[in-house]
DNA sequence: CTTGCTGCAAACAGTTTGCAGAACT
DNA sequence: AGTTCTGCAAACTGTTTGCAGCAAG
């Protein structure tokens, strides 16, 4: 599955012409294999404990690389960060965020999809992609212990 | 529904011992008589117009103090500004937002609410709010005239 | 050797904050 | 009078951009 994404940027870049660089892989790499949701500042910080050369603005365009490559999707939370979650053609699910302590329960819900398709279709709109945040407390921050 | 709004803003003054200024009034009204989804800025630049004397950031204090008496609501969309849109308790509606035009479309579907509270249920989770953002092309903009 | 990519620093945009004076109560 | 609110400008944060040098093809 890594290495599908990776074949995934590979021939995205042969197709647009891009080059391969040492970096690029460097921060594929440490993408990958990051638990989902990070944000474009603690990547940076991930790598640059390895790899201090690294820049920020690398960071920042080669992950909107992912994400035109389709491997990468941007999220916007209420916190003022972009974060990027992993993303595989066709899967796509949602997000429970906790307000009490920031954890993200993902989960997927295919009637809600389906709703989402008619609701379009009514209005003649063509979905491209769409989000579904609830926000909340999670089962831990309801209960305070 | 307008005068609704007001009261309910002078409610949440008075419990907060806020003070009652010719600013909060005016960017009240203002917000009030706007369309939906506008911009901090937007706003401001309407307000500036016919009263020259306001400033940016009280705009977006006022906003907060808005938002916290539950008469707006913050929205983000990818488009790097806060905006905000007319709240009324209990209310909730969700968005198609339109690519190509920025063209922004609510509706409403009580199913996607229900199945929404079952998935929380699931999980534990307390729902506080949520939102739900489908992106793609309006009708106009799917077939170019 | 040509061109794209990187790192740095500076620029930017949106938003927040500190503070002195103005305005409520 | 006491305190909150405002307007201004400066500070901040996250992100983007310009550019000289580096590196891939």
Redesign the pocket.
Known sequence: MILEKKKAFNEFAAAK????????DIILDFFLSTHQHV???ELYLKIKASHP??????V???L?LFTEAGLAREILLHD???RYEHALAGEHHDHLVCTGCNAIIEFEDETIEKLQKEIAARHGFMIRRHKLEIYGLCALCRAPR
């Open positions: 012409g891009l080059r391969s660089t040492r970096q690029r944000s474009v500042e050369g690294i820049g920020h603005a690398t920042y365009r080669t909107k003022g960060q972009t």
